[in-house]
């Protein structure tokens, strides 16, 4: 298996631009989470689908910021218009009913 | 209010020593605790515990879990360079399956 697979791997971006980050679970997990990790803050959760559904966006910054799961296999987070404090490494990561977070390798965004 | 501390924030020791690391949760119903060693890129699994006072061991390291006093800690023994990194700690809440993740551990082994 390929892991989770996250794209792009980093991102430069003026402020006021839309950033799309893109995410591809482990085939059969059904848990998606969207993670955003600062020298700062740590590691913080955004959002987390179960089967496709959104169950918990309180960690979603503002209205800025949104998530979709159109199916199974594919999410993505959206910051619009992005600020330079939206600066991090973004982890998308996906576990199965009970067991480990399988995390991807993160996509770094930097805004100027 | 953090519901995962860890500490030390951070922990700088030479090859061969014995490190300790710990953390603290605070969870309305607890199924499990999880550590992640974290290099230069994503976070990769090292144990998961649930049931206090079993020793989880691979290697080098090792974890216990405290129900009682809600902690658990990561030991290393005999350490090398290759064990610097963040150890990260993450609790699960039964009907959740969300994972809350305290701010880690910066660990540098020093030759």
């Known amino acids: 298996d390929a892991g989770v697979i996250q794209s792009p791997r980093h991102e430069v971006t003026e402020m006021g631009q839309e950033v799309t980050l893109r995410c591809k679970p482990i085939?059969?997990?059904?848990?998606l989470f969207w993670y955003r990790q600062t020298m700062m803050r740590g590691l913080e959760l955004l959002i987390y689908?179960?089967?496709?559904?959104?169950?918990?966006d309180s960690g979603m910054p503002e209205d800025r910021f949104s998530a979709k799961m159109p199916n199974a296999s594919f999410s993505t987070l959206k910051i619009q218009p992005s600020e330079p404090r939206d600066s991090a490494v973004y982890f998308c990561?996906?576990?199965?009913?009970?067991?480990?977070?399988?995390f991807g390798e993160g996509s770094r965004l930097t805004v100027l | 209010e953090d519901k995962v501390v860890q500490s030390p924030l951070s922990l700088v020791v030479h090859e061969g020593d014995t490190v300790t690391l710990n953390c603290s949760y605070e969870?309305?119903?607890?199924?499990?605790l999880l550590w992640y060693k974290q290099e230069k890129k994503a976070p990769t699994f090292l144990f998961m515990l649930?049931?206090?006072?079993i020793e989880k061991k691979s290697g080098r390291l090792s974890s216990i879990l405290d129900k009682k006093e809600l902690f658990s800690i990561l030991n290393i023994t005999a350490t090398q360079t290759g064990d610097s990194a963040i150890y990260l700690c993450?609790?699960?809440?039964?009907?959740?399956?969300?994972?809350?993740f305290g701010t880690g551990t910066r660990l540098t082994v020093i030759p």
């Open positions: 969870v309305t119903n607890f199924r499990s």
């Open positions: 990561a996906s576990r199965p009913e009970r067991g480990e977070l399988f």
């Open positions: 993450a609790v699960e809440e039964a009907g959740a399956n969300n994972l809350f």
């Open positions: 689908f179960n089967n496709n559904v959104p169950i918990d």
């Open positions: 649930t049931s206090s006072g």
């Open positions: 085939s059969g997990h059904n848990s």
